[in-house]
């Protein structure tokens, strides 16, 4: 018999899988996800799950704790990403196509899960940020997660407009998509394989001519 359980197939890599890790492993590295100004530049505030931005007149405000959370999740998904990567790899072995379905498993819906999360965040983030401007006296009702408003505030009889913008910038957009690529990858691990996963046993020579004659 011919041992053929460690050869490799190209064609049954992951290729979404492949795509789907190298973009999650870029992902952090695209900038901010979320945009909310203030007047004309006077606050802003930038937001992504990797980085977190607050302008005020000039000056940037800076947290060690909000910096060390978010270097944590850039490195767990940089790593989720490596994990997809190799996974899709893998997929080319008879030898280890169980080990790529668990990597698979384990990291292709996380860019799916981590825009959602960020979603919600945003939506919630948005109505306290309109509580907030209420409660210091400016009325103004805020679009649910992008678009333009104008708040109003009244002091001494003087009616002064304080514009707001709300935006999701390209980044939010490439996550979207590199989810949907993830997602697929998951899909796509579950397809049928080029070459059966088990082989049929090559027989020599002298197996193939039948049993021997007395």
Do not use: H
């Not at 490596?82 to 819906?109: E, H, K």
């Amino acid at each position: 018999m011919t041992d053929t359980g460690k050869e490799w197939t190209a064609t049954d890599c992951n290729i979404p899988g492949l795509i789907a890790g190298i973009c999650l492993i870029v992902l952090p590295f695209l900038g901010f996800w979320w945009s909310v100004r203030f007047g004309d530049g006077a606050f802003s505030l930038e937001v992504s799950p990797f980085e977190l931005g607050m302008y005020g007149f000039g000056k940037e405000f800076y947290s060690p704790l909000i910096t060390a959370v978010n270097t944590t999740i850039i490195i767990t998904i940089v790593f989720f990403g490596a994990l997809l990567f190799v996974g899709s790899i893998l997929r080319c072995s008879r030898q280890y196509r169980q080990q790529s379905g668990q990597l698979i498993g384990m990291a292709a819906n996380k860019p799916l899960w981590l825009v959602v999360v960020f979603v919600v965040s945003a939506v919630i983030s948005g109505f306290g940020i309109e509580y907030t401007l209420r409660e210091t006296g400016i009325s103004i009702s805020l679009p649910v997660i992008a678009g333009d408003a104008v708040g109003t505030i009244t002091a001494s009889g003087t009616t002064v407009q304080i514009p707001v913008s709300l935006s999701l910038n390209a980044a939010f957009w490439y996550a979207v998509v590199f989810a949907i690529i993830g997602a697929y990858a998951g899909i796509y691990q579950k397809r049928g394989y080029y070459g059966s996963p088990e082989e049929v046993p090559v027989l020599d020579a002298d197996e193939s001519d039948g049993p021997e004659q007395m």
